[in-house]
């Protein structure tokens, strides 16, 4: 923080997540935020290499109490922002090979990642980083897509179509508490949808969620993950393109705003040890409303991480 009077004010300073102190110094930390700005998966239109930089800025307009979960996230954890990963542009292995490698250390040392995207080729990096501390994971995936395609591109295997796939096979993922939700939109056939159940994903479309509700939702995700490491990963293009149209493979019909919170609130008690926000595109963003969405919804993934700790302090 600045030593000016004003340095409150949203609209002052250096943007790091929710004034933060920007440091890879991890001594006595509990979280940290790390940005991935790289966009050299995506398949349509580009520009989350920007998401980072734009969430941080409009994440200064977090006050630092959560009503709804009754936490103060910033007052229980200690969060650090530690920056952004040296991504290669033009290189998703290279990339996903540096995420690891600097995200690992942060892992090992028992702080938790929430990291800012990105495309969503970056969750398989952080899944094997957090796979090699925790073992497989339970996953909970917000998404408008399935990420469960075998290649892009003719033959590509590392895309932001394809992350999940990858991570199943490489065993990073309890299958059997691994819940898509939100998923819709034209597909090129019905296999789509039939790759992602096979694989083991519990696929909550965007309609059965709608039928069921929220609070239905949050009962199959609670029972499935139970007690598990669960690393949540959201996809904004989960939430409508109305709401949040700053992304680049929109579909249109998705959760609002409300709906993203309250089904990320449903997490709170579960052991969540990770997490990402991908696929913010600024350059298709009006008003800054998607980034002050995701800026709402890490605040939300910060919070449930809080609230757990702070019970697991009554407790013990
Ligand atoms: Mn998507
Ligand atoms: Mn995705």
Redesign the pocket.
């Known amino acids: 923080m600045s030593d000016s009077p004003f340095a409150e004010q949203p609209y002052q300073g250096i943007a790091t997540f929710g004034r933060r102190t920007h440091t890879r110094d991890l001594t006595g930390a509990d979280a940290a935020i790390v940005g991935i700005p790289y966009d050299g998966a995506t398949s349509y239109r580009s520009g989350t290499r920007l998401g980072p930089r734009a969430i941080r800025e409009q994440s200064l307009l977090l006050w630092g109490y959560n009503n709804a979960l009754g936490v103060a996230p910033f007052d229980v954890l200690r969060v650090v922002d530690f920056g952004d990963v040296n991504v290669v542009p033009v290189d998703v292995q290279a990339t996903h090979r540096a995420i690891e490698g600097e995200v690992s250390p942060v892992i090992a040392a028992g702080v938790r990642v929430v990291a800012l995207g990105g495309d ?1 080729s970056i969750s398989l990096p952080l899944l094997r980083a957090h796979a090699a501390k925790f073992g497989p994971l339970a996953v909970v995936h917000f ?3 399935p ?1 469960t395609w075998d290649s892009e591109f003719g033959g590509q295997r590392y895309s ?2 394809t ?1 999940f796939r990858r991570a199943i096979e490489e065993g990073l993922i309890d299958s059997t508490a691994y819940v898509q939700i939100g998923i819709r939109g034209p597909t090129a056939g019905p296999q789509d949808y039939e790759d992602a159940r096979r694989l083991g994903a519990r696929m909550i479309t965007l309609d059965e969620a709608l039928r069921i509700g929220p609070s239905a939702v949050i009962d199959e995700v609670r029972q499935r993950v139970g007690t598990r490491p669960l690393y949540t990963t959201l ?1 904004i ?1 989960a939430v409508d393109p109305a709401f949040a149209p700053g992304t680049g ?1 929109p579909e249109v019909g998705g959760f609002t705003s409300h709906q993203m919170l309250e089904l990320i609130r449903g997490l709170v008690g579960l052991n969540l040890v990770g997490a990402d926000l ?2 913010v595109s600024p350059p298709y963003d009006h008003s800054q409303i998607t980034a002050i969405l995701a800026a709402n919804l890490v605040f939300e993934l910060l919070s449930v991480m809080a609230a757990r700790k702070k019970t697991d302090q009554t407790v013990s």
Do not use: S
């Open positions: 969503h998404d408008a897509h990420d932001h179509g992350p996809d293009d493979t991908v696929e």
